[in-house]
């Protein structure tokens, strides 16, 4: 037990005092006709008579221990460890490619993307736009509001000429350098791209995946519309994904869309490490001491009392 206010603890020193004099105090003696006779001294009965008259004192001491504040650490809790995911979202112009019944490779991905940052409360998330170039939209936050409100701007029909090639080893390269600042956590990179990529020639594909390993980034790439990608950006993918154990996910449809999100969530699972809480009032045993003291000295002052004479 500690005590949010100790320097109150020496008053602590009045009880002590008071239940000392308790015990060689004298009273007023007086003679009664039989102190002469052959009774027994009654040792035991003093000693009783004593301490129900220390009640009192203890009774004080319990008062100031509770004014002093007595705390106690709380139990351990399990904290979550942050995972830092940045959405890294194609948006070159083969994404306004119509997609499933209605709507774009791009719509399905937006939506999408909100509701995996839905059922990944407590993660940080940010986004990443990229064409021949990217640009960090959003930095990791909680404030996950910050990814559905950007999905209104970042469309591929808002994007300017020169972002309508793909170029990924260089996007997540901008990944890695943004999640490197993020001192705590799990870090991870959700790709999302519908084609392959110009920067993948030469090992550039294995190039950046060594570059994310090194920094513990895992990179999970769905690949949104036709199965049939092919050429070195798929090859690049999985390469990717084998070297920083990720994954590569393939969507055909919306419904589909959806599946690879709960996936990556079942993948990248939460984490949790035990930190020692605050400190917490502990007045309940004070409260029950002082209780039972007070019921006792109320039982004690029927008889067990010296006279006051």
């Not at 650490?73 to 194609?90: G, K, Q, S, V, W």
């Not at 490779?105 to 995996?116: D, I, L, M, N, V």
């Amino acid at each position: 037990m500690s005590f949010h206010h100790p320097q109150l603890l020496w008053l602590l020193a009045l009880p002590v005092l008071w239940g000392f004099w308790q015990w060689v105090r004298r009273g007023h003696p007086l003679v009664l006709p039989f102190d002469h006779g052959q009774q027994r001294d009654g040792r035991w009965l003093r000693a009783l008579a004593n301490l129900a008259g220390t009640l009192p004192a203890g009774l004080l001491a319990i008062a100031v221990l509770m004014l002093a504040g007595p705390r106690k650490p709380a139990p351990p809790l399990d904290e979550r460890i942050l995972n830092n995911i940045i959405i890294c979202l194609d948006v070159s112009g083969s994404m306004g490619t119509p997609f499933g019944q209605k709507g774009t490779r791009f719509a399905a991905a937006a939506e999408a993307t909100k509701q995996f940052c839905s059922f990944r409360k407590g993660d940080a998330f940010g986004l990443t736009i990229f064409g021949s170039e990217y640009v960090h939209w959003i930095p990791p936050t909680k404030e996950l509001s910050a990814i559905s409100n950007a999905m209104k701007y970042v469309r591929p029909d808002n994007m300017p000429a020169w972002m309508g090639g793909t170029l990924i080893a260089s996007a997540l390269r901008g990944c890695r350098n943004e999640l490197v600042r993020v001192p705590d956590g799990d870090r991870a990179v959700v790709l999302i791209t519908d084609g392959g990529s110009g920067d993948f020639q030469n090992g550039g594909d294995r190039t950046v995946a060594q570059e994310l390993a090194e920094q513990k980034i895992r990179v999970f790439s769905v690949l949104i519309g036709s199965d049939d990608f092919g050429g070195m950006g798929a090859n690049g993918l999985y390469t990717i994904a084998s070297v920083t154990g990720g994954k590569v996910f393939t969507a055909g449809d919306n419904a589909a869309l959806a599946t690879v999100f709960h996936e990556i969530d079942g993948m990248q699972k939460a984490k949790f490490k035990q930190v020692t809480a605050d400190w917490v009032d502990n007045y309940t045993p004070l409260a029950v001491t002082g209780l039972a003291a007070a019921l006792l000295l109320g039982i004690a002052l029927l008889g067990l009392r010296y006279t006051p004479w």
